[in-house]
């Protein structure tokens, strides 16, 4: 089996991708590559059983409609949006609160936040892959720090030139895992937070593969299918093998 993943940045020069190949009880990072821009993305995902994209897959419901009423000039008044919790709606999506609510992260808004530039991204790489399914799909919605935090692994402060060390300690609690070969990548991972994450990204995929990450409710289905849905681990780290 092989999976990819796909650290996204708003920049190829920032865009990480990891590649494992999974053979009986061992993995072994085969790839990691940076910078990448959509095309070498797209030859790096060939042959892959399932890709994990560290980027959001849609926007809220509310969002969408809020934006298109808005520009028809059909808003109607008085939906106080002095309050924050009015705002709210448009904010997050449906996977965001999941995520939040399980004190699992607290992803970033993808209407608020300088992540919307991740995802104008994202909407056209996983158009581009013939990605259709934005739940379970070929390409999945990753959040590293939720997959972190599950497997008892440090979720924050791991991230930029002055948590280098805390890097540096968490790539080594990583690679103490006996069935995963880091090989020469591991000195990457250890500098840069970007190929770190493409790693734990293409460790989620495994999970979605092996059907051991949390999907939506029926009732909440259609909704993530417009929204995009974060895939959380419901195993550890030891069982993706």
Known sequence: MRTVGVDLAAS???????????????????DLAMPADDARIADLVVGADRIGVDAPFGWPDDFVEFVVAHHRGELGAGRRLDEIESRRPL?????????????????????????????????????????????????????????????????????????RARLARLTEALAAAPWLELGAHREQMIVDDNAFDAVITALIARAAELGRTRLPDDADRDVAMREGWIHVPECGIGELV
Not at 13 to 30: K, L, M, N, P, Q
Not at 133 to 145: K, L, M, S, T
Not at 148 to 154: H, I, M, N, R, V
């Open 91 to 163: 904010a997050y999506r449906l996977t965001d609160r999941v995520v939040v609510a399980n004190g699992w992260g607290r992803p970033l808004s993808v209407s608020a936040d300088q992540i919307a530039h991740v995802a104008f991204r994202a909407a056209g790489l996983i158009t581009d892959l013939g990605v259709a399914d934005r739940v379970n799909g070929w390409a999945v919605e990753a959040y590293p720090a939720a997959a972190l935090k599950k497997w008892d692994l440090p979720s924050r402060g791991y991230k930029g030139v002055a948590n």
């Open 12 to 30: 190829p020069r920032h865009t990480a991708v990891a590649v494992i190949e999974w053979s009986g009880a061992a993995a072994r990072v085969v």
